[in-house]
Each structure stands twice: as structure tokens, then as C-alpha cells.
């Protein structure tokens, strides 16, 4: 299965569960569910150690090395020492997630740290595996791996329904969820390798990991930022029309992200550098206009599609799904420029532009929660979103100076042609 069918089957399958979920709970219990989930997957997050990432970075700047042998042997040492990390934390962990259960008054102790526990084993694990497949180039294998756990859990979750054991049933399918991706990873695992390997280039890799640690804990951070305020401090309720009126909105944004990713991305990665401006313009004018075309579209039919799809008591998350659609309309904007950014090289700005997110959208939400945790809410995406992009367009500006006249940020018909001139531009590509 091909990346693009892998997102779009994702997207699918989360937007099922999640209708499955929130009429099976009830907005009370969907937060619940909810808050636990993503309080066990920040910990699980925090305690990774990049192994996959560190390894492809070693293998591509080490000249001479035997690629696989280096993930092989890297791979053993990381699971070590991910291992050790992982346990250490875990106490830690799972003190933040009595407090999280305490706040909230949930009885749901002790599957919650089993959860959290199988997350955290199922993580260390993925990275190795990560490694591996990623040095052997075969992707098939990582697109499958992407899917065995929203499909079990998705299974899980029409038992649960049946068997009628509210969120402890859920919690189960999450458990089930994560023993399955386990023991997946365990038979698609390649062939040992023998070979000898420099033992310096495998703590290279490891002392690579732990600096690219600090990195992605500032990203998971500022990326969760609004669940970091949200999810202590609002009612299981509110959350619960929350988590609904995002699992719309989101899988929209994210067939827009895939969508300039995969089309308008290979195109700009494969330019010479004098089409690349040209491109990045064009890219940037079709964020622009797909996001403000998508905002406006949910902003008028989402309320009627929640309450089909979801229930009449989702009916809170109808209209708060108005305003958030509005609030993030500048967050497929971001996408697109993070990823030209990217494809150049520059990945310092898109992690500046996410820390500079966090910050504006903690300095909004705080005074304008005071009249009601959504306005605070619209508040930081609207603040964060902004400010992040304005640091990402600065870094655009100064690499192209065409870009400066910010004739890119007005819509209109002339995005579509874009859209027509890449594709086109991508199979003469491929042609060639």
C-alpha cells in the first residue's frame, strides 16, 4: 500500500472510530476517554528516545559505512538503553496520570498504567523497527505498520460497544491495540545481521538520539499545546464536544495537507533552483486558497454534519466547530511553507515556528479563557497560528525575495491553474 492510500485509509478509519466512540459514550465519557488517552500518549511520546531518525542522519553522513549492519547493531544498543529510559520514567509517568484520574475523579487506575505500560513498551520497540525498515527502504512495511493499530483498535472499539463496558471496554481495545502492533513488528522484523560493527558509530547514534530527545520534546509540547491547557483545566464534557467537533475538522485539514504534500512537495524538491520560487509561490497560493475554501465550507455545514453523524448531544460541538474551522484556517498555511522550508534543508525554522506557537497560543489563551475556555481556545489557535506563520513567511521571504509582495496570500481562480500546472509539471517529471 502506497502513503497516500495508507493517510486517506487512516483518515477513514479515525473518522469511523470516532463517530463509533462519541455515540457509544456519550460527550461525558468521550472526554474521559479522551484526556486519559492523550495523557498516556504524551508520557508514552516523552519518554522516546529518536532512534529511527538518529540512525538514517548517522548512515547518511557516515561515508563507507555498512548501512545495515550500522541499524542492526545500533538497534541493540538502543533497545538497551530506550528500555532503561523507558522504565526510569515510568514512575513518573504514571504519578502525572494518577493526578490527571485524581482531577477528574475516573476510576479507571489500574488499566490506565497497563495501557500505559504496553504504550511505552510498544514505542521503545517502534523505533528500532523504524530503523531498520527505513535503511532497507521498504515502505510497505511501514504503511501497514501504520494501519494494524487503528484497525484493531477500531475492532476493539465495535466489541466494546457490544459488550457494553463503556470506557474501561475502550481502554481495553487500546491494550489489545498495542499488543498487536507488538507482535506484528515481531514477524515482519528482517533477517539478522551479522556483520561487525563499529561500536563508536553506534554511540554516535545513540548521543545523536539523545540531542534530537530535547528537539522533539519541544515539538510534542508545543504542537499539544491547547490539549496541555484544555485537557486540566475544562470539564470531561466540554472536552468531549471538543475531541468531536476536531475528529470532523481534522481529517479535513489533513487530506489538504496530504494533498500539497505529496502533489506540489516531489515537484519543489525536484526543481532546479530557479523553478523553485515559481513553485513555493504557486504552493503557497494553493494553501491559501484550498484552506480559506475548506474554512468557509465547514463553517456552514459542520454543525449539520455533527449532529448527523454524531448524535443531537454533540449538538455543543456543531457550533463550536464553527469557530475552531475559522481559528485554524491559517494551519494548512503553515503546512505548506514548514514543508518548502523543509525540502531546502532548513528544518531549525519549522521547529522555531512550532516553539513560537506554543508561546502565542499560551499568551492568548490565558486572558480570553476568563469569558469562556472555547474563546480562550480560538484565541490560541488564532494568536499561535499567526505568529507561527509570520516567523515561517520571514525565513520564505528572505530565501525568495519574489515572495515578499505577498501576492500569494490572495485567493483565486488562478490557485486552481496551479494546481493544473504542477500535476502536469510532476508527470513530465516522471517522464523524464
Given amino acids: 500500500m502506497g502513503s497516500v492510500s495508507a493517510s486517506l485509509a487512516l483518515m477513514l478509519i479515525g473518522l469511523v472510530t470516532g463517530v463509533l466512540a462519541a455515540r457509544g459514550l456519550g ?115 511501514v504503511n501497514t505498520m501504520r494501519l494494524v493499530v487503528p484497525v484493531v483498535y477500531l475492532l476493539g472499539v465495535i466489541a466494546a460497544i457490544q459488550t457494553d463496558l463503556a470506557v474501561t471496554g475502550f481502554l481495553l481495545a487500546h491494550c489489545v491495540s ?14 539478522k545481521h551479522s556483520a561487525i560493527v563499529d561500536q563508536r558509530d553506534c554511540r554516535d547514534v545513540i548521543r545523536r538520539a539523545f540531542s534530537l530527545h530535547g528537539l522533539s520534546l519541544t515539538s510534542i509540547f508545543t504542537k499539544q499545546a491547547d490539549k496541555l491547557v484544555l485537557y486540566v483545566a475544562s470539564p470531561a464534557t466540554f472536552i468531549g464536544q471538543y475531541i468531536v467537533a476536531f475528529t470532523l475538522l481534522a481529517p479535513v485539514q489533513s487530506v489538504l495537507n496530504t494533498a500539497l504534500t505529496t502533489i506540489g512537495f516531489p515537484v519543489f524538491a525536484g526543481s532546479d533552483a530557479d523553478a523553485m520560487e515559481e513553485i513555493a509561490y504557486r504552493m503557497l497560493r494553493m494553501a491559501v486558497t484550498a484552506s480559506l475554501l475548506l474554512s468557509l465550507s465547514i463553517s456552514l455545514v459542520g454543525p449539520f454534519v455533527v449532529t448527523v453523524l454524531f448524535g443531537p448531544e454533540y449538538h455543543d460541538a456543531g457550533q463550536m466547530i464553527r469557530y475552531l474551522a475559522v481559528a485554524t484556517v491559517l494551519m494548512p498555511i503553515r503546512t505548506a511553507a514548514a514543508q518548502l522550508l523543509k525540502a531546502t534543508g532548513d528544518v531549525r525554522t519549522p521547529l522555531h515556528s512550532e516553539f513560537v506557537y506554543g508561546l502565542a497560543f499560551l499568551a492568548a489563551f490565558f486572558p480570553a479563557h476568563g469569558e469562556s475556555v472555547l474563546m480562550g481556545a480560538v484565541a490560541g489557535f488564532g494568536l499561535g497560528n499567526l505568529a507561527s506563520l509570520a516567523v515561517l513567511v520571514v525565513a520564505l521571504c528572505r530565501r525568495w525575495p519574489g515572495l515578499v509582495g505577498l501576492g500569494w496570500a490572495l485567493p483565486g481562480p488562478a490557485a486552481f491553474r496551479d494546481i493544473l500546472a504542477i500535476v502536469i509539471h510532476r508527470r513530465k517529471k516522471q517522464k523524464l
Fill in 27 to 141: 460527550p461525558e465519557h468521550r472526554g474521559l476517554l479522551g484526556i486519559i488517552v492523550f495523557w498516556i500518549q504524551l508520557l508514552a511520546n516523552a519518554s522516546r528516545l529518536p532512534i529511527s531518525e538518529a540512525i538514517l542522519v548517522h548512515a547518511n553522513q557516515a561515508e563507507g559505512c555498512n548501512r545495515l549492519a550500522l541499524a542492526w547493531g545500533s538497534y541493540r544498543v538502543a533497545q538497551r538503553v530506550s528500555l532503561l529510559l523507558a522504565f526510569a520514567l515510568f514512575p513518573l509517568s504514571s504519578a502525572v496520570l494518577y493526578l490527571i484520574l485524581e482531577l477528574y475523579s475516573a476510576p479507571f487506575l489500574e488499566i490506565s498504567l497497563i495501557l500505559l505500560g504496553l504504550t511505552l513498551l510498544s514505542r521503545t520497540q517502534n523505533e528500532g523497527f523504524l530503523g531498520l525498515i527505513y535503511v532497507l527502504q521498504d515502505y510497505r512495511k
Fill in 178 to 191: 498495542m499488543i498487536a502492533a507488538y507482535l506484528y513488528r515481531l514477524t515482519q522484523f528482517p533477517q
